[in-house]
């Protein structure tokens, strides 16, 4: 058995940042946290047992410096890195420096974060573990003859999506063959200058649909599924309310999506916190997988929240060499908890971002409240990252019970100086179609257009 880590370099920011140190300092591990000159001040980096200054704001310059995190690493000593999410998180030549300088990576080896961002290749080895996937073409597309030719054995609309595309960017929906060429060579071009990767697929464009996701977790040996986050409520693809368990699934739809999950962790060789995200067809009622986040994700919490479970902490337990001490039969799910991505954006100037000062801040408490956030008062909000401030999560019995407990708390918070989305929120959440569950992910735009 590999020594457990004693020192964690944490390279990355915000509510996510501070996540980590949380559960470093639970463990008895050293937080080190590699900022950027605009994060100085920070709650996180106040909080890390040390800190470093990578560089400065602007992320490609700190947090996206490879070699400026690994070095940050090797001078504090650090064991390991925990990218946290976004920035280098599921870079995979950046999981194989750590590996090539003898850091440790909180995370899958590089060889796996590449195979599952390429979700051409990612397809392939789902149906290779069995798992559905969307028809579509098998790899990649680059010729307009062969998307002709997969047009007319899937049918229209079609979707046209970058290989290396992710959080809802390199998309595109094609709706007859007259608009097929040029759609397919501008979702090329845009590919390869979003990602450097022009490599695109086609696949089915399903209209009626869910978006639900499985947290798993391995360790090598032994994987595990903490149930699914229902991720339906989003808006242009981007998440704004997630809940576990989903309002929606029976047991034979639950079953079934927890065992593609773990049988595509077996194949590809798996190891740490991941997700497996699928697509639900309301009208026959059947999933498919679309992608791996090789990660932990934004809206992990939910998934805490109704397992227990800590699911950093199992992170960096594993990541120091040590075995899960949980069977899949100690994993039951309690109740019913939802997630609201709290931004500082305007719902009623189109999402625009709401940069500032924070003048004043409460948080909600009570019973089954959990607020992750960095801000504070007298924060000021950075312009050069994500605009989400802070996560919401409550928990409930049950669904009725977690919705209302929910909107107690958005009413109880208090962010001012900025506007957010947290009225917006608490409509969703008290519009008749979500609390009767039955919707899909068009249902926030629809939402918009008629409140």
């Known amino acids: 058995m590999a020594e457990p880590l004693k020192s964690v370099l944490i390279a990355?920011?915000?509510?996510?940042?501070?996540?980590?140190?949380?559960?470093?300092?639970?463990?008895?591990?050293?937080s080190i946290l590699a900022h950027s000159e605009a994060d100085a001040d920070s709650l996180p980096a106040k909080l890390a047992d040390q800190a470093v200054c990578l560089g400065p704001a602007q992320a490609k310059w700190s947090y996206r410096d490879s070699t400026a995190v690994i070095r940050a690493a090797q001078a504090f000593k650090a064991d390991a890195i925990h990218p946290g999410y976004g920035f280098l998180s599921e870079n995979p030549d950046f999981a194989a420096l750590c590996e090539a300088e003898g850091v440790g990576f909180v995370g899958p080896s590089s060889t796996i974060i590449r195979s599952m961002g390429d979700k051409i290749e990612a397809k392939k080895i789902a149906r290779r573990a069995g798992v559905p996937t969307v028809p579509g073409s098998d790899g990649a597309v680059s010729e307009f003859s062969e998307a002709l030719a997969i047009a007319k054995e899937v049918g229209y609309p079609l979707l046209i999506k970058a290989a290396a595309g992710g959080g809802g960017?390199?998309?595109?929906?094609?709706?007859?063959?007259?608009?097929?060429?040029?759609?397919?060579?501008?979702?090329?071009?845009?590919?390869?200058?979003?990602?450097?990767?022009?490599?695109?697929?086609i696949e089915r464009y399903l209209t009626d649909i869910r978006h639900i996701e499985i947290q798993v977790i391995s360790d090598g040996v032994t994987t595990l599924h903490l149930g699914e986050r229902d991720c339906t409520a989003q808006r242009r693809n981007q998440k704004l309310v997630e809940e576990s368990p989903s309002p929606v699934l029976d047991e034979e739809l639950r079953h079934g999506l927890n065992e593609a999950a773990v049988a595509l962790c077996k194949?590809?060789?798996?190891?740490?916190?991941?997700?497996?995200?699928f697509v639900l067809d309301n009208t026959e009622r059947k999933y498919y997988f679309i992608e791996m986040n090789t990660r932990i994700q934004v809206e992990h919490p939910v998934s805490e929240m109704v397992t227990g479970i800590d699911l950093i902490k199992a992170q960096l337990l594993i990541a120091g060499g040590q075995p899960l001490d949980i069977r899949q039969e100690d994993i039951a799910i309690n109740g019913h908890a939802i997630e609201c991505r709290i931004n500082a954006e305007n719902p009623d100037q189109g999402f625009a971002p709401s940069p500032g000062t924070i003048?004043?801040?409460?948080?909600?408490?009570?019973?089954?409240i959990r607020m992750d956030t960095h801000i504070e008062t007298g924060y000021a909000i950075p312009p050069y990252y994500d605009s989400m401030v802070g996560k919401l999560i409550c928990w409930g019995r049950d669904r009725d019970e977690a919705i209302t407990r929910s909107l107690r708390a958005l009413e109880e918070m208090v962010v001012e100086g900025v506007t957010t989305t947290a009225s917006f929120q608490a409509e969703i959440l008290n519009s008749e179609q979500f609390r009767s569950g039955d919707f899909n992910t068009g249902f926030v735009a629809k939402f918009m257009s008629t409140r």
Do not use: H, Q, W
């Not at 990355?12 to 050293?30: D, Q, S, T």
């Not at 397919?184 to 990602?195: D, G, K, P, R």
């Not at 060789?269 to 497996?276: I, K, L, R, S």
């Not at 003048?359 to 089954?368: E, I, K, L, V």
């Open 359 to 368: 003048t004043n801040f409460r948080a909600p408490g009570g019973f089954g």
């Open 12 to 30: 990355n920011r915000g509510e996510i940042a501070l996540r980590v140190i949380r559960a470093c300092k639970e463990l008895g591990i050293r």
């Open 169 to 201: 960017r390199g998309m595109r929906v094609v709706e007859r063959e007259e608009t097929l060429e040029k759609d397919l060579n501008e979702i090329m071009s845009e590919a390869e200058v979003a990602f450097g990767d022009p490599s695109v697929y």
């Open 267 to 277: 194949e590809v060789g798996y190891v740490n916190a991941g997700t497996v995200e």
